[in-house]
């Protein structure tokens, strides 16, 4: 059974710096991972993923100011979020999925993945 578990979310600042865990059960090592999120009323959209090969993919809206990281050992991922912006203010979730035959953001949607945490709640304030 695959479990996920994230954590590290909370209120911040604009301009701060939160990172996010997601410890995970998993079997197998060949898996698509990442992290999602959504504010009310909006679909969940693609923040970061990183393949079983450990490419990383980022949308626009992160790119350059956050940072995607897995601990294989652990089974444990991170997202570093540097120079927070009030818009990134949202419910982040943590996400697997295996046997997929890309790991991209831009590629994927919520709807490929099937394992999900229950989501951590980010607020940035100005």
């Known amino acids: 059974q695959v479990q996920l578990m994230e954590s590290g979310g909370g209120p911040a600042q604009a301009g701060g710096h939160l990172k996010l865990s997601c410890v995970l059960s998993?079997?197998?090592?060949?898996?698509?991972m990442g992290w999602f999120r959504q504010v009310p009323g909006k679909a969940r959209e693609g923040v970061a993923l990183?393949?079983?090969?450990?490419?990383?993919s980022y949308a626009d809206s992160v790119k350059g100011r956050s940072a995607i990281s897995k601990d294989i050992d652990k089974i444990t991922l991170y997202l570093d979020m540097n120079s927070l912006k009030p818009e990134d203010s949202a419910l982040y979730y943590c996400?697997?999925?295996?046997?997929?035959?890309?790991?991209?953001?831009?590629?994927?949607?919520?709807?490929?993945?099937?394992?999900w945490g229950q989501g951590t709640l980010v607020t940035v304030s100005s």
């Open positions: 990183i393949g079983p090969d450990g490419w990383r």
């Open positions: 998993l079997s197998s090592r060949k898996w698509c």
């Open positions: 996400a697997a999925q295996d046997a997929l035959p890309i790991c991209i953001v831009g590629g994927l949607t919520d709807a490929d993945f099937s394992y």
